[in-house]
């Protein structure tokens, strides 16, 4: 059974930093590409990064693109995405996804809130 959890989310203050992981399992997870996404409060669920199977090559929403890094572990099976000068419009459930072809897994997504 295929299970993508998210962790480290919560309330940051503007400015801050935070480290959101993904834990994978029931999959061969050095094989698939993966990334976060987000849903911001009312608006449509928007790309935030991708990174290879292998890590070698990552992609960058243009709202993220700058302070944000997404990295993976594939000896752990883990994803991680680091954010920081996070900022009010970052607020949102951000969650993680793992692609490979057309199978296409999600995780349950986890909040992220930025707010003073």
């Known amino acids: 059974q295929v299970h993508l959890v998210e962790s480290g989310g919560g309330l940051v203050q503007p400015g801050g930093s935070l480290r959101l992981s993904c834990a994978a399992s029931?999959?061969?997870?050095?094989?698939?590409?993966m990334s976060w996404y987000r849903q911001p409060p009312g608006k449509e669920r928007e790309l935030v990064a991708t990174?290879?199977?292998?890590?070698?090559?990552?992609t960058y929403g243009d709202s993220v693109k700058g302070h944000s890094i997404i990295s993976r572990d594939n000896a752990r099976n883990m994803l991680y995405l680091e954010m920081n000068s996070l900022k009010p419009e970052d607020t949102a459930v951000y969650y993680c996804?793992?692609?490979?072809?057309?199978?296409?897994?999600w995780g349950q997504g986890i909040q992220v809130t930025v707010s003073s």
């Open positions: 996804n793992a692609k490979l072809g057309t199978i296409d897994y």
């Open positions: 029931g999959f061969t997870f050095k094989w698939y590409a």
């Open positions: 990174i290879t199977s292998t890590g070698s090559s990552t």
